[in-house]
């Protein structure tokens, strides 16, 4: 068997993909796995980083307004498909799985060109132009948010790594914490901005150190690689644990008791599947598709929103600190979250796409 995946540019197309990857392998050890991308994309660094092959083909945006940019697209496009045409040939591929992004257009069109089986997974409720091109022409549609908004699309939720799908926060906790030089019996705020990190997440949680560690608040505060901080806390007790990079979320999902993030599809899946509950911060621009993720997580008791514009050092502490001091509170909110999770989308996605290449 060999399979193909097309998925890339942010970490919420490629994690889902190589946790299909990581399932199809425990399913069938002798799968071929080959994924195609772009060189604009997290995918150079996440998928060697798995011991996956990538090959990487043109990236062609699409641009989503009339602009004298559309004239240029024909001809890049036909170059992409045919470069992606080239990869589904010289690996012999059974089945093209896509997850969205700039390489998953060309990826679509260049399998319905070889007459392969197609497989699309949209993990967000506004689906990309990528994805709603890839339903008209896959055989088998399947989405990771409750309301599936491509028609025929089956809800099987968003495939996650297994060190998260699986993890027990309770019994994982003090190690977790420890792993970050936090202290055990203090209540744990956790943030992070997604895989490229998130300025005014950053700036609000920074300004709000002095009070959150006045109430006995100990923090683990990730940057993103590629921001700096205007200030950083002085040392001192409680800490103050500021990272540019984790890359055992696990446990970093284990040492926290609340999170403040965005809502990203990824983000919602993977806070909902341990039971973290959260203040999500949707981003401020795009198609909306953050708030809807967090929405319902919010109806259903597992977190809390505010908008971007809103976010800042007294909304943490008037919003937060409240509910780190009030382990009831953040108990029943873990519950809640952890009912609208799904961890065994990897495993259920895998097989489906084995049964429909075979």
Known sequence: MRVVLAGGGTAGHIEPALALADALRRLDPGVGITCVGTERGLETQLVPARGYDLELVPAVPLPRALTPRLLTVPGRLAGAVNAVAAVLDRVAADILVGFGGYVATPAYLAAKRRGLPIVVHEANPRPGLANRLGARLADHVFSGFPEPALAGAAYIGTPLRREIATLDRLSTGDKARSWFGLENDRPTLLVFGGSRGARSLNQAALAAAPALRAAGIQVLHV????????????????????????????LAYAAADLALCRGGALTCAELTAVGLPAAYVPLPH????????????????????????????????????????????????????????RKDADIMLARKVLEIAG
């Not at 929405?295 to 919003?319: C, F, K, N, P």
């Open 223 to 250: 940057l993103g690689p590629d921001n700096v901080p205007d200030h950083e806390p002085p040392p001192g007790d409680p800490q103050y644990v500021l990272l540019p990079y984790i890359d055992r979320m696990d």
């Open 286 to 341: 795009g198609t909306g598709e953050q708030r809807v993720n967090a929405e319902r997580i919010v109806a259903g008791g597992g977190g809390l929103m505010a908008d971007d514009a809103e976010l800042s050092a007294q909304w943490i502490v008037h919003h937060l600190l409240p509910i780190l001091r009030d382990p009831e509170r953040v108990a029943v909110m873990s519950e809640a979250a952890a009912r609208l999770g």
